[in-house]
């Protein structure tokens, strides 16, 4: 608060900075951002950024002057790539963060401002992707993975009922078939109940009929075209044997 208030009247916490306010994006750094209509300059870790904010681009969180969340997307799309777009609109999305001015609404807006073409790819790819929240890097960086190898998405962080009673969430679920992946990251498995845990969840899976694949980060970075393959045969089979199993039963 007190760098809006040191930046003017009309200013308003921006970029990164209001990105960690509305909780769509985590900032490391320790500039704090702010967007002011009149030039000056950055001081006593202050970022300023120019630029005539409208009302309706306008919020206030936490007693906070702030962008909204679809003014805070469009700024950051000018810097960041279309993937960390795609991420902090599945995340708003999640937050339920609604706001009466959609991005939509910024790029018929704006549509020379630098970002405008990643945030009409990043909201037509939403078109097409499974639904589904991702938690980790290495599950956002599974995305462009699979569509670099032309493979098609999975459904995130989704729910797989087993038997009556139970019911399990994994890293990554194709919709329509059996094919499961787990994503193992630097954090996985914390201590040996988790990883007794998860074992038992793989096995009560994979006897009902599931198919569990874990991959690491070192993995999608040493042997990227044997992962791709492996999954490409894992859900070609797997389709098959849908198949030929709705086949058999009509």
Sequence with gaps: ???????????????WSAAALWMIRPNS????????????RSWKGIERHVSQVPADERAVAEGIPVTSVPRTTFDLAATEDVDTVVAMLR??????????????????????????????????RLKEEPAGRKRSPLEERFNPFLRRHRLSLPRYNDWISVGNDRRYQVDCHWPGTNQIVELDGWQAHKGRVAFREDKARDRRLTAAGYTVTHLTW?????????????LRALLMNNQNRLSRAAATST
């Design 1 to 15: 608060m007190a760098a809006v208030l040191a930046s003017g009247p009309e200013a308003v916490l921006s970029h």
């Design 29 to 40: 750094r320790s500039l704090v951002e702010v967007t002011t209509a009149h030039r000056s």
């Design 91 to 124: 995340e708003a999305e999640y937050l339920n963060l609604w706001d009466r001015l959609s991005l939509w609404d910024l790029v018929e807006r704006y549509p020379g401002k630098r970002g405008s073409r990643k945030v009409r790819e990043a909201l037509e």
């Design 218 to 230: 070192n993995q999608l970075d040493d042997e990227p075209g044997a992962i791709a393959a492996d």
